[in-house]
């Protein structure tokens, strides 16, 4: 048992660049002793994790899916808002649950599981589902998914800060989305060379793969040693929802952020509607969605190296940016699919624009968690981020329950041209936004 243990640290202390696996920052010794441990077991959980959201996005696979089953379009309009809401909605009733617990890594294993469960319902109904009643159980368990993903993530987190020390996460999540990215594609890849093949099976295999993928996180955050924590200081939710929207009527900066960020939901809304007109563009084969997954992983390495450094001198600017990008890309999907001749009925243009709107929903993503972060203090950020995300919960499942109407009445490229003035609407709102770098 020697060989391994000393095998285990050496390539723990490659991966962190740390010549003492022994120094620890703000974990208890008997953590410290089981960091290099620890550490991999949360790399292999997280490529799991990782690599499940992306074999089963709301963005990519899951409109792919509705499309192969043949759903109302209306039901695109609503998976990203219930893939997002699910996991933001509860977040502050779950945080006192969770405090409860003084082990909490059994909530993170209760999570991967239920998500594992319902990945395998989404993989039986790629082959089984039809019509306005199979894509109805694809958003019944993609509900489910959604709130299993919000209980293990706040868990997760708990945990993470318990096992591994500060300075050695940062490195711990480089390294899971650089392999995660790496399998995902190769993933897609795969899919590139089936070609013209129908995709429900190749669905179900992706989801069946997704499923596995939480079955091994659950499985490694069961093996994870953690010592029982404290299990006092929780607050109470209703305090908290009530003081937050007293802060919401007595800051109008933070108001005024929470207008910007709501516009800025065009962003992510308008995903899916571009992997669909894509679909309808060129059919349903696997080489079309293996093209999609492929651009949508290099869109997603390149993005945060374009916004990051911008974001740290203004996030504000990157916030109005992002909504500007946002609108062309929208307005360039609609005029795709409106010009004439055969290289419109392919799926490499809207794959150009799906890579494009990645990359711009990244600067979303960054701009607005830089702003939010920055403009409160230590006292009330934890509020601020909180509030925030429940309120953005409720409007994703208002607007994109709208989004949805929208779709269905005027079709994918109109709906894009409506979602382009809502970005732009979300760059005016958001070039007037205080500085607070």
């Known amino acids: 048992m020697a060989a391994p243990e000393i095998s285990q640290r050496r390539l723990y202390e490659w991966l962190t660049g740390d010549e003492d696996s022994r120094m620890c920052k703000d974990i208890p010794d008997e953590a410290c002793d089981e960091q290099p441990r620890s550490f991999f077991l949360h790399l292999v959980a997280s490529l799991g994790n990782k690599l499940a959201d992306e074999l089963s996005s709301a963005r990519l696979v899951l409109p792919w899916l509705l499309g192969v089953i043949g759903a109302p379009l209306w039901m695109v309009g609503l998976l990203v808002p219930i893939r997002e809401s699910g996991a933001l909605l509860p977040q502050l009733f779950v945080a006192g649950f969770i405090r409860l617990k003084p082990q909490r890594k059994w909530v993170w294993v209760a999570g991967g599981l239920l998500q594992a469960a319902a990945a395998a319902v989404l993989a039986l109904l790629a082959l089984f589902g039809a019509g306005a009643v199979g894509g109805g159980l694809v958003l019944v368990a993609l509900v489910a998914l959604s709130l299993a993903r919000g209980l293990s993530s706040i868990a997760t987190k708990d945990v993470l800060g318990k096992t591994i020390a500060k300075q050695r996460r940062g490195t711990l999540m480089g390294w899971s989305g650089s392999v995660a990215g790496a399998v995902t594609l190769a993933a897609g890849g795969v899919l590139m060379l089936f070609e013209d093949r129908p995709g429900e099976i190749a669905l179900a295999v992706l989801l069946g793969v997704a499923a596995l993928g939480w079955a091994l996180n659950a499985l490694c955050a069961a093996r994870i040693r953690e010592a029982p924590g404290a299990v006092e200081g ?27 960020r709501t516009l800025l939901l065009a962003s992510a809304l308008a995903l899916p509607w571009v992997a669909l007109l894509g679909q309808q563009q060129s059919g349903t084969e696997l080489g079309g969605l293996g093209v999609l997954i492929v651009v949508s992983g290099l869109a997603g390495m390149l993005a945060s190296p374009v916004w990051g450094k911008r974001a740290d001198t203004s996030s504000r600017r990157v916030m109005r940016d992002a909504g500007l990008g946002a609108a062309a890309c929208c307005l360039l999907g609609a005029a795709i699919a409106w010009l004439p001749g055969g290289w419109t009925q392919t799926v490499w ?10 990359i711009v929903h990244a600067g979303v993503r960054l701009g607005r968690k830089t702003y939010v972060v920055d403009m409160a203090d230590g006292d009330n950020r934890a509020l601020y981020v909180a509030l925030s995300n429940t309120i953005t919960g409720v409007l994703l499942l208002v607007v ?34 205080p500085e607070v770098e």
């Open 349 to 358: 243009p809207y794959a150009l624009v799906y890579a494009l709107l990645v």
């Open 400 to 433: 994109g329950g709208a989004v949805g109407a929208l779709g269905q009445w005027l079709g994918s490229p109109a709906l894009l041209v409506v979602l382009a003035g809502m970005a732009l609407a979300a760059a005016a709102s958001a070039s007037r936004l």
């Open 234 to 260: 929780g607050e109470n939710a209703w305090d908290s929802i009530k003081l937050g929207l007293r802060l919401l009527r007595e800051d109008r900066a933070f108001l005024h952020f929470n207008v910007s």
